[in-house]
């Protein structure tokens, strides 16, 4: 099991994007091109955004139109305009995925996931919509990369904890699975990498 999070809400970097294009990603969800040349993640324009925790996002807009999406994941970037890294896990070809989302909106039923599968030519192959906490998705086999996209559903209001994916293997209940004791086990081994990386730079000062 992996698990996405809320990132930063858009790159500060826009190398070779003209001044016009960089009031939009300052003022709301905006993108250059393709999903590849994405430099803004988060609608921003007249949002109230605070990073509580890692796993623990408060978003309000009052004004946030249905339809909306409020926050956007990609797999793959081009480094040179976003300066960011892939935000998603890695998915096979041809199997299945459980998706769980941890979130509450001010309303039931207020925000859904949009997933979106693209081939090597950047066209779409597959997009799935996943209405509630949970759903599933299969990867197509020739699809490149995807995105995820949480989409407001009349929710003005929403804390967003994370998103846990999960492979579905034949003969088990992915629903069954304890999923806060392998987010924990997670957590537990990228705190242990992230002492390893600290004490190896440390000794390079």
């Not at 890294?85 to 309303?107: C, H, M, Q, T, W």
Request: proline share 3%; aromatic share 16%.
């Amino acid at each position: 099991m992996q698990s996405i999070y809320w990132n930063e809400n858009c790159s500060p970097f826009w190398r070779g994007i003209s001044g016009e294009n960089q009031a939009k990603f300052r003022s709301g969800y905006s993108y250059v091109g393709s999903t590849v040349m994405a430099t803004g993640h988060a609608y921003m324009y007249g949002s109230r955004i605070i990073r509580r925790a890692r796993d623990d996002i408060f978003f309000y807009n009052g004004a946030l139109p249905a339809g909306s999406v409020i926050y956007k994941w990609d797999m793959v970037y081009s480094y040179a305009t976003a300066h960011a890294i892939p935000s998603l896990p890695l998915l096979i070809n041809g199997r299945k995925y459980f998706f769980r989302v941890l979130a509450e909106a001010d309303k039931p039923e207020g925000f859904y996931l949009r997933l979106i599968a693209y081939d090597r030519e950047d066209q779409l192959v597959k997009l799935q919509i996943i209405r509630g906490q949970e759903g599933y998705f299969d990867f197509p086999k020739e699809a490149n990369y995807y995105t995820v996209e949480l989409v407001g559903a009349g929710c003005h209001q929403l804390v967003f904890h994370r998103i846990d994916v999960a492979e579905v293997v034949e003969g088990e209940d992915v629903t069954k699975l304890d999923f806060e004791k392998l987010h924990a086990e997670n957590e537990r081994r990228r705190w242990l990498t992230a002492q390893v990386v600290d004490r190896y730079l440390r000794r390079r000062e």
